[in-house]
């Protein structure tokens, strides 16, 4: 009966996804979200918006999240899942994720990571569900951490207007963590461009990873 | 590095410059052609020979004033004066100019002496000797062919320039700097850190560039003849495309310590930043005209980067860049009539347009090419491209003709930065 916390460990930044339990039972209480099977719709959705502004195309590709439910959301189009290969591509291109994963899994509640549209730095319904578990770890489990934003770009467009795009995603994401309560001193930003993208790739998929703000504990 | 420059004794004869007394039938370029440079009282050094031969031959046909080819027709007769010129080979080669030379090495001493004739006329043009240090064998045969290019069209070349660059051949991104032609690669930073857009200073004797090495893209300044790497400006948030007054009295850049990013100007100490665009925007990325009275940049205030220009104040602001819906990177001609920049179209082509918006025109169309600068007499272009395996570093002239690699190895070059002399 005892509310237990279980862990939900998504280790977005390095586009790698594996859970370890199904539910935190705080979804329940803070009620505003729709649980994981937003979280896992968002998650794919990214990859489906990975095509933004500067592509007419449909993706047509999956991203590498692991569904082990079917999404009851309705999407641009119908997504071709391949689950096992993209992961472990991933898996070999990024090793210190998994480890880094895996430490974090074991220890406690991580910051997710939240993802753009090309060329946006607005935030789209399943950023916004992301900043709100992540106000929530900021706001009940971790009171005193500060975080840093940092703002990435895709490999597409000039470097140097990414520097400021990146910075405009950081921005927008603390911002809106903001107004959920969290202390402005306890956030800071810094932008990274396209000089460190989480995925390499020419594609879609890749792009969509790489356009994002993480959120790291200083 | 010091260039020892002695001028021939007085008995030599200097041509005016500006006009080449040569007859060539209707408009062909100008053929050019480079003797087998000569030992004098050394014994022969094949490679240095050749070295001197190709930076010639490689400098001219660059130029586009005259297509150069090294020849060996004449047996040596040791000696370089008119008298002793026969100009009956070159003439029947159908040559215009004939470039003789002779080396001397002893140690690690280095001698050279140019001469250029008109070989219609059998006229000397012009002459120059050089003395210095064997490594510096490419620098003097670089400086001369400026000399060629100033007798010939009365602008001197920029043949002896260097091209700051960023390259990942360490891992990560470094600064560095070459010849203009890719030869002589220097690291200039080695911090380890993601270092990004260098700029020289208007007198070449520094560059200034953006490095997270302290965690936040701060500006730095960093002088080529010492390691340690100042710091400009590190304000909160972004210091980032920073580039040198054409006086050399303040930098322009762009802050986001107010904001968004902003293009800001500050001293050359870094000091007294003075707040020029004011938008809700994102700007980034000022090019000075070469008289210092305007700044163009790259602003997204109707959506997408699209390049401006203002006032060195800020003021007067216009749009300049019309056609294509992403365009950046600007950099005007030291000419001052001509602005190079980069348009995406999927990939990215180098465009120039005239200073008040007319002429827009492509340079480049193989590959995805960006960051163009000039060298510093207008004639060419550097630019990255990822064609041909690349990504590379490229020269071209100013029309988008003779485009050339000069990136000799595989270190994924990007951000070339011209010096301005």
Known sequence: MVAKLTMLCIISSHGLNYRHSALLNRTKEIGMRRGILALLAALSMTALFAGGCANKEVVKSEEAV?????????????????????????????????????????????????????????????????????????????????????????????AEYNLALGERRAKSSMQYLITLGVKADRLSIISYGKEKPAVQGNDDAAWAKNRRAEFVAK | MLLALFLVLPTVVFAESGIIEVTAPGNRTLKLVVDAPLPFETTPHVESAREISDVLVFDMNMSGIASAESRDLTPSPGVLSLADTDFMPWMTGGYDLLIRSAYRIKGEELTVEFRMFDVLNHKL?????????????????????????????????????????????????????????????????RNGSINLNPDFSPDGREIIFTSYKRGNPDLYR????????????????????????????????????????????????????????????????????????????????????????????????????????????PRWSPKGDRIAYSRSQGGFQIFSIRADGAGDTQLTSEGSNENPSWSPDGRFITFSSSRGGGPGLYIMRADGSGQTRISKGKGGYSQPAWSRN
Request: glycine share 8%; net charge neutral.
């Open chain 2, 222 to 329: 960093r002088a080529l003849s010492n390691t340690a790497e100042i710091g400009l400006s590190n304000r909160k948030g972004l210091n980032i495309t920073g580039t040198w007054s054409p006086d050399g009295s303040r930098i322009a850049l762009a802050l986001s310590k107010d904001g968004d990013a902003e293009i800001y100007t500050i001293a050359k100490d870094g000091s007294n930043p003075v707040r020029l665009t004011v938008s809700r925007a994102l700007e980034v990325y000022p090019g000075w005209s070469p008289d210092g009275k305007q700044i163009a940049f790259v602003s997204d205030r109707l959506g997408k980067p699209q390049i401006y220009v203002m006032d060195a104040d800020g003021g007067n602001v216009r749009r300049l860049t019309t056609s294509g819906s992403y365009n950046v990177n």
């Open chain 1, 66 to 158: 692991v569904p082990k439910e079917v999404i009851a959301e309705p999407v641009k189009a119908e997504p071709k899942s391949e689950p096992v290969k993209p992961v472990e591509k991933i898996a070999q291109a990024e090793p210190p994720a998994a480890k880094q994963a895996e430490k974090a899994a074991v220890a406690e509640v991580s910051f997710e990571t939240v993802y753009f549209d090309f060329d946006k730095s607005d935030l789209r319904q399943d950023a916004r569900n992301v900043l709100n578990k992540n106000a929530d770890i900021l706001l009940k489990s971790k009171p005193d951490a500060k975080v840093q934003i940092e703002g990435h770009c895709d490999e597409r467009g000039s």
């Open chain 2, 125 to 189: 043009l012009t002459a120059k000797r050089y003395l210095g240090r064997t490594d510096e064998l490419r620098r003097f045969a670089h400086s001369f062919a400026d000399e060629v290019l100033l007798v010939i069209t009365g602008e001197k070349g920029c043949f002896t320039s260097r091209i700051a660059y960023v390259s990942t051949q360490s891992g990560n991104k470094e600064i560095y700097v070459m010849d203009w032609d890719g030869y002589n690669p220097l690291p200039l930073t």
